[in-house]
Antibody
Framework: QVQLQESGPGLVKASGTLSLTCGVSGASISSNNWWSWVRQPPGKALEWIGE???????NYNPSLKSRVIISVDKSKNQFSLNLRSVTAADTAVYYC?????????????????WGQGTTVTVSS | EIVLTQSPGTLSLSPGEVATLSCRASQRISNSYLAWYQQRPGQAPRLVIHSTSNRAAGIPDRFSGSGSGTDFTLTIIRLEPEDFAVYYCQQYGSSPPWTFGQGTKVEIK
């Protein structure tokens, strides 16, 4: 059973850098799928942040691209999110998820496994 | 960037009734790569439907998806108490960003 677990500080100072890690268990980070980050501000909708493959290939949301870096650590079977120059607008629950896995020969275009989410508050 | 507009914002229904949720895209979604997620309060989203009409693993057959081009629908028949939640659509069209709709809340009437 594939499981994802987010970890990182729950409080980040404004203008600082938000850093989160997603540990993957039950699957290899080198699997042929994308690993994604999604966030949800309080009471609002989901927002796709970006994704990475084990090769290091990345896609980012243009609205965040200038501030975001997603990286992968194969040795630790995990991937990470760094968001710099944070403001109160970055306060949200941050989720990591597996996207586009191939199951029984079929590509599932969607995020089929999610972490429980971690709340990050940006303080002034 | 493809913008997804979901309607209605809130759907008030009773258990046993049928829920029909709409997701309209600002441009055609390639290959109908449209997914639906269910999010219960305090929980992470759960994939319900992928590629417009394919149920994800463990999803009961009272959930169905349909549509093409720019108009997509999630239908839930015989609503069960656990189905009352917020539902989001997400597109995996031709290129990122893979945007979400703003959500439809299915609440108990």
């Amino acid at each position: 059973q594939v499981q994802l677990q987010e970890s990182g500080p729950g409080l980040v100072k404004a203008s600082g850098t938000l850093s989160l890690t997603c540990g993957v268990s039950g699957a290899s980070i080198s699997s042929n799928n994308w690993w994604s980050w999604v966030r949800q501000p309080p009471g609002k909708a989901l927002e796709w942040i970006g994704e990475i493959m084990h090769t290091g290939a990345t896609n980012y949301n243009p609205s965040l691209k200038s501030r975001v870096i997603i990286s992968v650590d194969k040795s630790k079977n995990q991937f990470s999110l760094n968001l710099r120059s944070v403001t109160a607008a970055d306060t949200a629950v941050y989720y990591c998820a597996r996207a586009d896995p191939t199951i029984s020969g079929v590509i599932i275009y969607g995020m089929d496994v999610w972490g429980q989410g971690t709340t990050v508050t940006v303080s002034s | 960037e493809i913008v997804l507009t979901q309607s209605p914002g809130t759907l008030s229904l009773s258990p046993g009734e049928v829920a029909t949720l709409s997701c309209r895209a600002s441009q055609r979604i390639s290959n109908s790569y449209l997914a639906w997620y269910q999010q219960r309060p305090g929980q992470a989203p759960r994939l319900v439907i992928h590629s417009t009409s394919n149920r994800a693993a463990g999803i009961p057959d009272r959930f169905s998806g349909s549509g093409s081009g720019t108009d997509f629908t999630l239908t839930i028949i015989r609503l069960e108490p656990e189905d009352f939640a917020v539902y989001y659509c997400q597109q995996y069209g031709s290129s990122p960003p893979w945007t979400f709709g703003q959500g439809t809340k299915v609440e108990i009437k």
